[in-house]
């Protein structure tokens, strides 16, 4: 079992900034990448952005490519979403996902899944 607590979710006006951290604990060893989604209201959960945890491999959506960047520190085995020039459309719950390959976008690629941080961008 692998344990995500996503942390620094907020309120923000559109074209400021805000940094989601999130902490894995537990059986981590088989876990290759760690991915950000993000689920607005009544809409679909998709996908923002991954990261490979023993490698340089990141992937972006097109719509956060350029604005958000994610990260990861092997010390506090956290991966990091820094999120900036955020607009109105970004207003979703995150949830930070673990999986065991690289290169998935798809929600049925990731194993575990945090409880989900909620970010409001107001106009």
């Known amino acids: 079992q692998v344990q995500l607590v996503e942390s620094g979710g907020g309120l923000v006006q559109a074209g400021g900034s805000l940094r989601l951290s999130c902490a894995a604990s537990?059986?981590?060893?088989?876990?290759?990448?760690m991915g950000w989604f993000r689920q607005p209201p009544g809409k679909e959960r998709e996908f923002v952005s991954a990261i490979q945890l023993g490698g340089g491999w990141t992937d972006y959506a097109d719509s956060v490519k350029g604005r958000f960047t994610i990260s990861r520190d092997y010390t506090k085995n956290t991966v990091s979403l820094q999120m900036n020039s955020l607009k109105p459309e970004d207003t979703a719950v995150y949830y930070c996902a673990t999986s065991r390959r690289i290169g998935l976008r798809a929600v049925n690629g990731y194993d575990y899944w945090g409880q989900g941080a909620q970010v409001t961008v107001s106009s």
């Open positions: 537990g059986r981590t060893s088989g876990t290759v990448a």
